[in-house]
């Protein structure tokens, strides 16, 4: 089993940055990969970035394409989700989600290829 715990998020103007963290646990954190997911009011979970198990791969979401930038840290276990200029379009609770699976241009986006998932974190971005 694994455990992902995020941290960071909190309340900021438009064009501030944040850094989330996500801790991993309980599992081989170099034999996962992840990405992270937002989930605003309403709507549905949808992807933002995702790296692969060495960071040979990296995807992001149109949206958000330029202003963000996923990174991991094997040795300590974390993924982290620079965020920069953010809106209030970004306002949205964050998960971070691990997966035993290789990452693919046709699955990397899909929330069912995930296992694991963290509780999330709130990140509200006021105008």
């Known amino acids: 089993q694994v455990q992902l715990v995020e941290s960071g998020g909190g309340l900021v103007q438009a064009g501030a940055s944040l850094r989330l963290s996500c801790a991993a646990s309980?599992?081989?954190?170099?034999?996962?990969?992840a990405s992270w997911f937002r989930q605003a009011p309403g709507k549905a979970r949808d992807f933002v970035a995702a790296i692969s198990r060495s960071a040979g791969s990296i995807y992001y979401a149109d949206s958000v394409k330029g202003r963000v930038t996923i990174s991991r840290d094997n040795a300590k276990t974390t993924v982290y989700l620079q965020m920069n200029s953010l809106k209030p379009e970004d306002t949205a609770v964050y998960y971070c989600?691990?997966?035993?699976?290789?990452?693919?241009?046709?699955?990397?986006?899909?929330?069912?290829?995930?296992?694991?998932w963290g509780q999330g974190t709130q990140v509200t971005v006021s105008s």
């Open positions: 309980g599992r081989t954190f170099s034999s996962l990969a």
């Open positions: 989600a691990a997966t035993v699976f290789y990452l693919s241009n046709s699955n990397y986006r899909k929330r069912e290829i995930y296992n694991y």
